[in-house]
């Protein structure tokens, strides 16, 4: 089982809707979640940090859920621009293979 | 403020010749990474430095990998020999520390080994 998992999607969406995203993680010891975006041949960029009561930065929300070892991001109003690459990472403060990404979920938004 | 720069953008290699990237962090960025990403796959970290030190080298492959940051500031990540498997994109981050969320990448170096 890889360490953090996420569907690879395609989503396809229309311009104004609302998706959400999911990333699960096998190791309880994770302390730090992070949302990456990376667009088509660009390097990753960080979105937003995951926090434990949750956070929304604008239109994007994202949780954790410890219980359950997941991690989620909320898009609301998909704009064009949103087409992109997510990409889950996942972090423990100490010890080695601390730094893990999924594999990224990729989002088109369509007019 | 200048990001990460890497060179080279782009190589293209026959098998078992080496080769060399080269990666020079923000400044006063005292954490470097470097990760190889495969197409379709998110960025695998292969080694982590804090300054001059490689703190997780264990995803390193270190029959034919090796990194340097000898003065704790640019880095250089070498394969010898190259495999076909090793054609990927080598991305290289930094952050101010370990603990500090935002890593920030450069462009990477897109290599094709033939």
């Known amino acids: 089982r890889k360490e953090v998992e996420q569907d690879p999607g395609p989503f396809n969406v229309p311009e104004g809707a609302t998706v959400a995203f999911n990333c699960t993680y096998s190791n309880s010891a994770s302390q730090s979640f992070f949302w990456y975006r990376q667009d088509c041949r660009k390097e990753p960029k960080l979105l937003m940090s995951?926090?434990?009561s949750g956070n929304e930065d604008g239109r994007f929300t994202a949780q954790l859920n410890r219980a359950s070892q997941y991690i989620s991001l909320l898009i609301r109003d998909s704009k064009l621009s949103d087409s992109a690459t997510y990409l889950c990472v996942v972090k423990r403060d100490t010890g080695r293979r601390a730094l893990t990404f999924g594999s990224g979920t990729r989002l088109q938004v369509q007019p | 403020e200048a990001g990460v720069v890497q060179s080279p953008r782009y190589k293209i290699i026959e098998k078992k010749q080496p080769v060399a990237f080269w990666c020079n962090p923000i400044s006063g960025h005292n954490t470097l990474y470097w990760y190889r990403q495969n197409l379709g796959q998110g960025p695998e970290l292969l080694i982590r430095?804090?300054?001059?030190?490689?703190?997780?080298d264990s995803q390193l492959p270190k029959d034919r990998f090796s990194a340097e940051r000898l003065k704790g500031v640019d880095s250089t990540l070498k394969i010898q020999p190259a495999e076909l498997g090793d054609s990927a994109v080598y991305l290289c981050?930094?952050?101010?520390?370990?603990?500090?969320?935002?890593?920030?990448f450069g462009p990477g170096t897109r290599l094709l080994v033939l």
């Open positions: 430095y804090e300054n001059e030190e490689a703190v997780d």
């Open positions: 981050a930094s952050s101010l520390g370990w603990l500090q969320e935002t890593q920030y």
């Open positions: 995951v926090y434990s």
